[in-house]
């Protein structure tokens, strides 16, 4: 039963375990960077699209509808990627498939840098899209895998934050840069994540699936430092793969039966709502839309670039501070607000209000959404996701969610500029009511899993018998 799971595993601990999971080794900082690289890459790809709309436009000729498929098509890509990410991270382990998601990214970023016509950018943004798709996936659960419970949520945070410091540089320095030049520095995280997979320590929860126990215990060693009492843990980690693997199937259908109905549903939903709530459409078309709301679209970019990096610092210290339901509930609160500011504004631009009224709102609308999804509500999803899915459904229900993630996220994006022409207070009202679902549904069903092992979070979640 799941209440004598969840007794086990806290009888497991100790005064000496404890203690060691507070201490950050430098192997696990090595780790988190190594996987935090991937984050930068996918930031700054995602980033990417705004800044470079016009010199691309302008030098290849492209109309709206053109350029609309041009950043619409990485999340299509992503669609692909997130299949196949959870298969691939099962069999090949975390390390192999980070490896993989950096030769899509550079292969794409080469389509684009030597491109001479409109396929030759969609062909490099569908691989950019391949390779993020597997990020959104392996990044997070091979953080959460190897960092101690007490530290894991400002880790896996911490690596977001390089998620918006590639998407702040893109914004930052893109408006007075050549596209083919921002594409070349969009590709220099991907090296460097090659180079730092070679040092880095495979994730002992996958070791333990595969039944290797030997080199379970050696990778905690190396990660939690040459002195530390692992015993605890590595069995812990053993008990439950076996307890899972024994009750459970690790087939793709099996995550659809009724026991793992709570994550998948918190997994999905949370993943959905955030992605209707209009991050997508924002961050790629911010500059078009300040322009249309009256505001200058390089200075409110700048400003939106820098203003979102303090914010999501501090996400780092509220994911363990606050937990993670706190900080989703507030940041999508603030989100709906800037959201709503914004609809606000382009509502009195159709009655022909006040220019100046109309670009301040706008302007605020967009900044207080940036800093509140950067905060936490674009960052915590996935922390969740990483925490609640059981190992043997991990890479089948992993890669599920990361699909209704690029998938909704795709919709936004392509649907957006189309919406936006026909009535951009309406798209705003519905990006606001989609950030408040997000708030009421993390209070009805998701869980706080803050201080607590991955092994406690899903026992509690799963109904095993």
């Known amino acids: 039963m799941t209440e004598s799971m969840d007794e086990g595993l806290l009888d497991r601990s100790s005064p000496s375990n404890a203690s060691s999971e507070l201490h950050v080794t430098a192997s ?14 996918y930031g700054f790809a995602v980033g990417y ?5 016009s010199g691309i436009m302008d030098d290849l000729g492209l109309s709206i509808a053109e350029y609309s498929v041009f950043a619409s098509i990485m999340t299509f890509g992503g669609m692909i990627g997130a299949l196949i990410s959870g298969k691939v991270a099962d069999i090949f382990g975390r390390r192999v498939t980070m490896w993989l998601l950096d030769l899509f990214f550079i292969l794409g970023w080469c389509s684009i840098i030597f491109g001479k016509r409109a396929w030759w950018l969609d062909a490099g943004r569908l691989l950019m899209g391949v390779g993020s798709g ?41 408006n007075n840069m050549n596209w083919r030049t921002l594409a070349l520095v969009g590709a220099s995280p991907c090296l460097i994540q090659l180079l730092g997979l070679f040092f880095i320590p495979e994730s002992p929860r996958w070791l333990s699936k595969i039944g290797l126990d030997k080199e379970v215990e050696a990778s905690l060693q190396r990660l939690r430092g040459g002195n530390a009492d692992i015993s605890t843990e590595a069995a812990e980690i053993k008990d439950y793969t076996k307890t899972v693997q024994q009750h459970s199937g690790s087939k793709f259908m099996d995550m659809f039966s009724r026991k793992y109905a709570r994550p998948l549903i918190v997994g999905t939903g949370l993943m959905a709502l955030v992605q209707f709530g209009g991050n997508s459409a924002i961050s790629s078309f911010a500059s078009s839309v300040f322009r249309a709301a009256g505001c200058s679209a390089d200075s409110a970019s700048r400003v939106m670039a820098v203003l979102q990096l ?47 009224l109309t670009s301040q709102m706008v302007f605020i609308g967009i900044l207080l959404f940036s800093v509140f999804f950067t905060m936490g509500m674009g960052g915590t999803p996935w922390i969740i996701m990483s925490e609640i899915l059981p190992i043997n459904i991990k890479g089948s229900a992993g890669s599920f969610i990361a699909l209704v993630n690029c998938f909704t996220s795709w919709i936004v994006s392509y649907a957006f500029n189309f919406l936006f022409q026909w009535n951009a207070a309406g798209v705003f009202f519905l990006f ?14 998701v869980p706080e899993t803050k201080g607590r092992t991955l092994e406690e979070i899903q026992a509690s979640m799963t109904l095993l018998k």
């Not at 606001?432 to 069903?445: I, K, N, P, R």
């Open 28 to 41: 696990i900082v090595l780790s988190s960077s190594v996987a935090s690289c991937g984050y930068f890459a």
């Open 49 to 53: 699209a705004s800044p470079a709309q």
């Open 134 to 174: 597997i990020q959104l996936y392996v990044a997070p659960i091979y953080m959460s895998e190897v960092t101690p419970k007490k530290i894991r949520g400002c880790l896996v945070a911490a690596a977001s934050f390089t998620l918006t410091l590639g998407f702040s540089l893109a914004y930052y320095i893109g």
């Open 310 to 356: 303090p914010f999501a610092a501090m996400s780092i210290i509220l994911t363990e501070k606050a937990g993670r339901r706190l900080l989703m509930m507030i940041t999508s609160a603030g989100a709906c607000l800037g959201c709503f500011l914004a609809a606000l504004g382009f509502l009195l631009k159709d009655y022909h209000q006040s220019a100046e």
């Open 432 to 445: 606001a009511f989609f950030c408040g679902s997000v708030l009421v549904f993390v209070a009805m069903l």
